[in-house]
């Protein structure tokens, strides 16, 4: 794939520095990339870049190359690709300015280069920490997002295992990437980590699978920070009346409710992350009570009294 977006990149810029129409015969031995050797692989590979590129929105055209029309080359006008001036203000060019700085990859705000070309920023917000970073494996997550979008089988490295699954869609939430797909078994959708994953392999062959229609990957990703984790057991809250309300909206459709006469409701959490769920149930104070499991309970003591 890198070789690919490198040569297709490489075709781009040869035909805005020209400036005039080419032959695909100069382009074949001009632009890195190309068979030289073989005429028909060379041909095919050509015809798939121009209409790649041409599906991006960018308008090569087939231009003869002298007044006799005898023969002919590809052009990319500047006039037809270069982008107009959207003329923006200074607040819409702040706006623009801040959104670059709320998102980034490894710490690194992204998309620098592109707010330049529109203006640049207005003022200065250099060394200001703003919005979440989206993780520091661009290129784990853009095998994961080729993966998913041309709908291969991916293969990869997770919890000291080999994987192959069916891969439905990446979801951002809580500072991690969640990959959602199906093993060998087609209806049964698993949740991984993409941080944990290591060595991804996307298959050869796209369109190897159908997602399910009625599949919302969002919807099958964590919602609660003790939902990442290795463990898997069940607690046991009781809330009272007073806070039976916040508790019952935060734990959402994923706890199982049972409203009590008195107002209080008996909550069963699914826990796969104990540390912080405890974190998260202290804010309740002496007004939520973890009856089971026994050991999970003694560790909230714990944690109270040394708090």
């Known amino acids: 794939m890198q070789r690919v977006i490198e040569r297709i990149l490489n075709l781009l810029a040869y035909l805005l520095t020209v400036d005039r129409p080419v ?17 028909s692989a060379f041909h095919r590979t050509f015809e798939r870049d121009k209409d790649l590129l041409r599906r991006l929105g960018i308008p090569i055209e087939r231009e003869a190359t002298d007044v006799f029309e005898v023969e002919f080359g590809y052009v990319v006008h500047d006039d037809r690709y270069a982008l107009q001036d959207p003329d923006l203000t ?8 801040l959104a670059v700085q709320a998102v980034g990859f490894g710490g ?13 920023a ?8 703003l919005g979440a970073d989206l993780g520091e494996r661009a290129d784990t997550v853009a095998e994961a997002f080729r993966a998913v979008s041309e709908r291969r089988l991916l293969t990869f490295a997770y919890r000291e295992r080999t994987r192959r ?23 049964e959708t698993k949740v991984y ?8 392999v996307p298959g050869d062959r796209p369109g190897a699978f159908e997602p399910p229609d009625d599949l919302n990957p969002a919807d099958e990703v964590l919602h609660h920070p003790w939902d990442a984790g290795d ?13 039976a309300w916040i508790a019952e909206r935060e734990l959402g459709s994923r706890a199982t409710i049972d409203r009590r006469d008195d107002g209080s409701i008996e909550a069963e959490i699914d826990v796969a992350a104990p540390a912080a769920f405890l974190g998260w149930l202290v804010g309740f104070e002496d007004r939520a009570e973890l ?3 026994l050991e999970l309970r003694r560790r909230f003591v714990s944690y109270v009294e040394a708090g």
């Open 165 to 187: 699954i069916r891969p439905y869609g990446l979801v951002h939430r809580r500072g991690h990437w969640y990959l959602v797909g199906s093993g060998a078994n087609a209806d």
């Open 108 to 120: 690194r705000p992204s998309g620098q280069e592109a707010l330049m070309k529109l203006g640049g």
């Open 23 to 39: 032959t695909a015969d100069e382009i074949r031995h001009t632009v890195a990339g190309y068979d030289r050797d073989n005429d």
């Open 231 to 243: 463990g898997t057991e069940i607690a046991t809250v009781v809330f009272d009346e007073e806070v």
């Open 122 to 129: 207005v003022g200065s917000l250099e060394g200001t920490q």
């Open 291 to 293: 009856t089971a499991p």
């Open 193 to 200: 980590r993409l941080d944990r994953a290591s060595n991804l």
């Open 90 to 97: 200074d607040e819409e060019r702040a706006a623009l300015s």
